[in-house]
């Protein structure tokens, strides 16, 4: 198993702006997923990409995946307040369904 | 679907106390994971259970911490005892099998706070 690493570790920006956060990792993976925790509550799952898809959308939430770079991005388009949250990035590889967070990005989305 | 159901919701404790925590799955999901989130860090996974068996628990400090998983639904995690370090949300976590590619769906947490 291995854990994904974000950046930016925190971003802010204005409400109706898009908001894109990326992930690094370091070996080969089976699939990606992305998760939203806001303050004080347990993560949530957004979205699952697998190794051999590059792009899925999910509503306002749009996200890339370049095996060959071992990188993701999410982008949030016409943010709200109430996606003011961290984000989190999980690679997982190998067959264990083991997932290691990383310390995440926080996003703030102001009115 | 009933979500993940977690007891209590806050819990302060003197260091050297004991603490159990409680965590009921989603009805179906076999895998189970306890996870500490320490403020401001991502969570670091405690524990993985297959059904009512332990699958990984490299990352348990067994001097003190313990869990279980009866009959393989509820678990209950236990510290043992307490040090101020262990404040923390612990978090836990099911899915249906753990094998991809499922996501896991997350309980609210307990918050531990040690003094």
């Known amino acids: 198993s291995q854990q994904g690493e974000e950046d930016p570790q925190a971003l802010s920006i204005q409400e109706g702006e898009n908001a894109t956060m990326n992930c690094s990792y370091k070996?080969?993976?089976?699939?990606l997923q992305w998760y939203r925790q806001n303050s004080g509550r347990g993560l949530v799952h957004l979205i699952l990409?697998?190794?051999?898809?590059r792009e899925k959308h999910s509503g306002r939430l749009r996200v890339t995946l370049d095996t060959s770079k071992k990188s993701s991005s999410l982008l949030i388009t016409a943010s709200r307040a109430a996606d003011t949250a961290s984000y989190f990035c999980?690679?997982?590889?190998?067959?264990?369904?083991?997932?290691?967070f990383g310390q995440g990005t926080t996003l703030q989305v102001k009115p | 679907e009933a979500g993940v159901a977690q007891s209590p919701r806050y819990k302060i404790i003197e260091k050297r106390q004991s603490v159990a925590f409680w965590c009921n799955p989603i009805?179906?999901?076999?895998?189970l994971y306890w996870y500490q989130q320490i403020l401001g860090q991502g969570p670091k996974l405690l524990i993985q259970?297959?059904?009512?068996?332990?699958?990984?628990d490299s990352q348990l400090p067994k001097d003190r911490f313990s869990a279980e998983r009866l009959k393989g639904v509820d678990s209950t995690l236990k510290i043992q005892p307490a040090k101020l370090e262990d404040s923390a949300v612990y978090l836990c976590?099911?899915?249906?099998?753990?094998?991809?590619?499922?996501?896991?769906?997350f309980g609210s947490g307990t918050r531990l706070t040690v003094v």
């Open positions: 976590a099911s899915s249906r099998r753990g094998t991809i590619p499922y996501g896991y769906t």
């Open positions: 070996t080969s993976i089976n699939n």
């Open positions: 990409i697998r190794s051999n898809e």
């Open positions: 999980a690679p997982l590889g190998g067959n264990t369904g083991k997932l290691i």
């Open positions: 009805s179906g999901h076999a895998t």
């Open positions: 259970f297959q059904n009512n068996g332990v699958v990984d």
